[in-house]
């Protein structure tokens, strides 16, 4: 297990400006931070990013591992509850962004994407400030 870092170039880390850029935090969870992922092609998706700056599940320890997946599998249950997709994708690639997060990304059979692998970033769909703010208010109830 690697000791606890702190990136000041990590988004999920420094937060502010550098997660601005594509996310809002929504709370913070015992292992994890959620995040709205500003573009929202895929209605609901949302980032669930580990608590200590590692680049790698097996960074973990055990118990940390086993309660970053309960953050994630309990946040998953929310945006199932809240928005009814019928499949969720989950991706964790950290090619350029080096700290443990997964992309949960529902998936509806009429919606975008659907039978193929999400983009990392359309740029095709933002909200207003109200209905960022109304998804936030959604999930900070369940979540």
Request: glycine content about 6%; proline content about 3%.
């Amino acid at each position: 297990m690697k000791e606890n870092v702190f990136d000041h170039n990590c988004s999920y880390c420094a937060e502010g400006e550098l997660l601005d850029a594509f996310g809002i935090k929504i709370c913070e969870l015992p292992m994890s931070k959620v995040i709205l992922f500003k573009e929202q092609s895929h209605k609901g998706r949302i980032i669930v990013a580990c608590k200590r700056h590692v680049d790698d599940i097996s960074d973990l320890s055990k118990e940390e591992r086993a309660q970053f997946m309960e953050d994630v599998s309990h946040t998953a249950s929310v945006m199932h509850d809240l928005f009814k997709p019928d499949k969720i994708n989950f991706g964790a690639y950290g090619d350029t962004m080096h700290h443990l997060h997964f992309h949960l990304v529902p998936k509806y059979k009429d919606g975008f994407e659907w039978g193929g692998v999400f983009a990392m970033n359309p740029q095709k769909v933002f909200l207003s400030a109200e209905e960022y703010d109304e998804m936030i208010r959604m999930y900070k109830e369940k979540l």
